[in-house]
């Protein structure tokens, strides 16, 4: 059982390292970005071809693959995101969905379509409580945590996080201080595509690296963002943590409901606004 649990949490760690770029750019942008799968998925590749050459660093070459994609999540930003501004959330979903087709037809004509495995890069089994787990999911799992530590300061203490914490409940009151509002948006964009990348690359040496990836993911994801709340990024996390254990507990005596699980959760979460608000007709009716 203990395994168990420890694998819904590196999965709940992977979902909420790719998931909390969803919610940044929902919050700041109201943006449903699909093009994120396609960062996450090509990531994912140029970190496999980068490896060889940076002398089998696995850390080095998750470094150099993040960096890569910084300039293609600009630029998928500065020239498809930003021209959506205040456009109907359908237009940015045709076109971001665009970006995620032409990702994975990109990674089918780069490195093929067969499927790429990653090797552990620490290999070494520990023991929890008489149950033997891979260290490597523990280490997954602390970087999580690490990075919702360090959004947290970022948005509560840096000086860019309080800019765009500001834009978000008035955006026109912090333009009228002379700051370019766009702009630091586009940071934000930038640092949640670099997560999906740290997330597939960290989660390539557990499952294995194929063209769709960023699609699987992507459906994921949008259920961790839902459940734990548009644009909540403590809320994202606590639900990516719940819909891992969700996927770990359900695929231990059902795999092939694990992922359904997920959404029949996502569907309770949507429905319980509604229902709470039928009862609370029905007690005012009856009052």
Same mark, same amino acid.
């Given at each position: 059982?203990?395994?168990?649990?420890?694998?819904?949490?590196?999965?709940?760690?992977?979902?909420?390292?790719?998931?909390?770029?969803?919610?940044?750019?929902?919050?700041?942008?109201?943006?449903?970005?699909?093009?994120?799968?396609?960062?996450?998925?090509?990531?994912?590749?140029?970190?496999?071809?980068?490896?060889?050459?940076?002398?089998?660093?696995?850390?080095?070459?998750?470094?150099?693959?993040?960096?890569?994609?910084?300039?293609? +999540?600009? =630029?998928?930003? &500065?020239?498809?995101? @930003?021209? #959506?501004?205040? $456009?109907?959330?359908? %237009?940015?979903? *045709?076109?971001?969905?665009?970006?995620?087709?032409?990702?994975?037809?990109?990674?089918?004509?780069?490195?093929?379509?067969?499927?790429?495995?990653?090797?552990?890069?620490?290999?070494?089994?520990?023991?929890?409580?008489?149950?033997?787990?891979?260290?490597?999911?523990?280490?997954?799992?602390?970087?999580?945590?690490?990075?919702?530590?360090?959004?947290?300061?970022?948005?509560?203490?840096?000086?860019?996080?309080?800019?765009?914490? +500001?834009? =978000?409940?008035? &955006?026109?009151?912090? @333009?009228? #201080?002379?700051? $370019?509002?766009?702009? %630091?948006?586009? *940071?934000?964009?930038?640092?949640?595509?670099?997560?999906?990348?740290?997330?597939?690359?960290?989660?390539?040496?557990?499952?294995?690296?194929?063209?769709?990836?960023?699609?699987?993911?992507?459906?994921?994801?949008?259920?961790?963002?839902?459940?734990?709340?548009?644009?909540?990024?403590?809320?994202?996390?606590?639900?990516?943590?719940?819909?891992?254990?969700?996927?770990?507990?359900?695929?231990?005596?059902?795999?092939?409901?694990?992922?359904?699980?997920?959404?029949?959760?996502?569907?309770?979460? #949507?429905?319980?606004?509604?229902?709470?608000?039928?009862?609370?007709?029905?007690?005012?009716?009856?009052?």
């Amino acid at each position: 059982m203990v395994d168990t649990i420890l694998y819904g949490l590196t999965i709940g760690a992977i979902l909420y390292l790719f998931s909390v770029g969803l919610a940044i750019t929902f919050g700041t942008m109201h943006i449903i970005n699909f093009a994120h799968g396609m960062v996450y998925a090509v990531g994912v590749y140029l970190f496999i071809s980068i490896l060889p050459f940076a002398w089998g660093s696995f850390t080095l070459a998750l470094v150099l693959a993040v960096a890569a994609m910084l300039p293609v +999540a600009y =630029l998928v930003e &500065r020239f498809i995101i @930003r021209r #959506l501004y205040g $456009d109907g959330l359908d %237009y940015a979903i *045709i076109a971001t969905y665009a970006v995620l087709l032409i990702g994975a037809d990109l990674i089918k004509f780069v490195w093929g379509t067969g499927p790429q495995p990653v090797s552990d890069p620490i290999g070494v089994p520990i023991d929890i409580f008489g149950t033997v787990v891979q260290s490597y999911r523990v280490v997954v799992f602390v970087c999580a945590v690490v990075v919702f530590v360090c959004l947290r300061l970022f948005f509560t203490r840096h000086v860019i996080g309080k800019i765009v914490s +500001a834009a =978000l409940k008035d &955006r026109d009151g912090v @333009r009228s #201080l002379g700051l $370019d509002v766009d702009r %630091y948006f586009s *940071i934000v964009f930038v640092i949640g595509s670099a997560l999906a990348v740290l997330g597939g690359v960290l989660y390539a040496p557990i499952t294995v690296a194929e063209p769709y990836m960023g699609f699987h993911v992507l459906l994921l994801a949008f259920a961790v963002v839902i459940v734990g709340g548009m644009g909540n990024l403590t809320g994202t996390f606590v639900s990516a943590l719940a819909l891992g254990q969700v996927i770990a507990l359900t695929g231990r005596w059902y795999p092939a409901g694990a992922d359904t699980m997920v959404f029949v959760v996502m569907t309770l979460v #949507l429905l319980k606004g509604p229902f709470v608000a039928m009862l609370r007709h029905l007690s005012a009716r009856h009052a």
